[in-house]
Structures are given as structure tokens and as C-alpha cells.
């Protein structure tokens, strides 16, 4: 099924009406979607699977416009929040959304706080990711403090899968929650 213009207009009509919490609740709900429909699979240690996607829509291409080409997407909670937040808002390709590009964390830092992305990036990742309590990318940086670090970690391993995480960090956005809770 061909995606057309008039339904990115209403995709970005409902993303640019939104509030940041609705829109958070769009992105959740979106991810939980695509991992239902295996579009997305989620994959800690693996930012987004960019040869996946340029293979699968070209790496020059529009995202927002090819979204429901997308398949088998191996993707960590981060990549995910970025696939879905450009289903909604943006003009991205495969290359633009390549680890460090500042626009692309840009778009997310327009939904979500630095400490959020932080969060949901340890809590996806745990411990056995990061040695320190510092998240930082080209665009942000946050140190954890030890209590929320353990927090997250705490999430993490009472979870088997990577998948079942992902659903609950989504589903406590979803429900407004702490996205560290279980």
C-alpha cells in the first residue's frame, strides 16, 4: 500500500496539534505497532539498522513517505523513538538519521527531555551497555545519578527480552508512568 500525500498531511496535522505528552504517547503507540506488525525488531546494542532501511527504501529516500515499506528493522528503544517520530513530522532519509546527526536528535529533544531519552536509553540498554552513568551522544549529555542508574538497570533485567522491554518502557509513556517502572 502506497502511502500518499494526504495521509502524511494528517499524520503531521495530529503530530503538530499534539502536546509533547500526546506526542510521546503517539511515538509509544506507534513503536508498540511496529513491533506487533515486525516492522520493527528491537535489538539492544543496535541504534537503528540503516542498511536494513536503505536497502529496503533507498538511503536518499524520504522515511515518512516509504514508512510502510519498512521490515524487519532491528532497532534499540532510541532508534525506534526516532523511526516513529519521523513517521509523524519529518523529511528524513536512512543517511539523516545515521547515529550522530544532529537533526535527527534534534527532532527528538523537541519531544522528549534530555533526561528522558537518557532513561529510556539505560533502561532498554542496562548495565551490561554502559560501564559509567553517563548517556551522551554528539547533542546531549546527562549523567544518571547512582539511584536512578540502578533503577534502570533494576528494569532492565526483569525482563527476558529485548522486545518485552521496549513494550514496557512504551507502555509506561503510554500510561504516564515512570519509564523505569514494572
Known amino acids: 500500500m502506497e502511502i500518499t500525500q494526504k495521509q502524511i498531511k494528517i499524520w503531521n496535522n ?11 504517547i503517539l511515538i509509544a503507540k506507534d513503536i ?5 506488525l515486525k516492522k520493527y525488531i528491537a535489538n539492544s546494542g543496535s541504534y537503528f539498522d540503516k542498511a536494513t532501511l536503505g ?4 538511503y536518499e529516500s524520504d522515511l515518512q513517505e516509504n514508512f510502510n515499506k519498512i ?6 528503544q532510541l532508534g525506534a523513538c526516532l523511526l516513529s517520530s519521523t513517521k509523524f513530522q519529518n523529511k528524513l532519509t536512512p543517511d539523516d538519521l545515521s547515529g550522530s546527526n544532529s537533526s535527527s ?15 529510556m536509553e ?13 548517556v551522551a ?19 532492565q533485567y526483569h525482563f527476558d527480552s529485548d522486545e518485552d522491554r521496549m513494550k514496557a518502557i512504551c507502555n509506561n509513556i503510554i500510561k504516564g508512568k515512570q519509564i523505569y517502572s514494572y
Do not use: H, M, P
Request: glycine share 4%; charged share 30%; aromatic share 16%.
Open 14 to 24: 495530529i503530530f503538530t496539534k499534539a502536546t509533547k505528552k500526546e506526542k510521546k
Open 32 to 36: 508498540l505497532a511496529n513491533l506487533k
Open 55 to 58: 536497502d529496503t527504501i533507498g
Open 71 to 76: 521490515e524487519n528493522c532491528y532497532c534499540c
Open 105 to 119: 536528535w534534534k527532532q527528538l529533544l523537541n519531544i522528549f527531555t534530555i533526561r528522558e531519552l537518557a532513561i
Open 122 to 134: 539505560q533502561c532498554f540498554e542496562g548495565g551490561s551497555y554502559f560501564d559509567q552513568s553517563i
Open 137 to 155: 551522544y554528539d547533542t546531549f549529555q546527562y549523567v544518571l545519578d547512582s539511584d536512578l542508574k540502578e533503577k534502570c538497570d533494576d528494569f
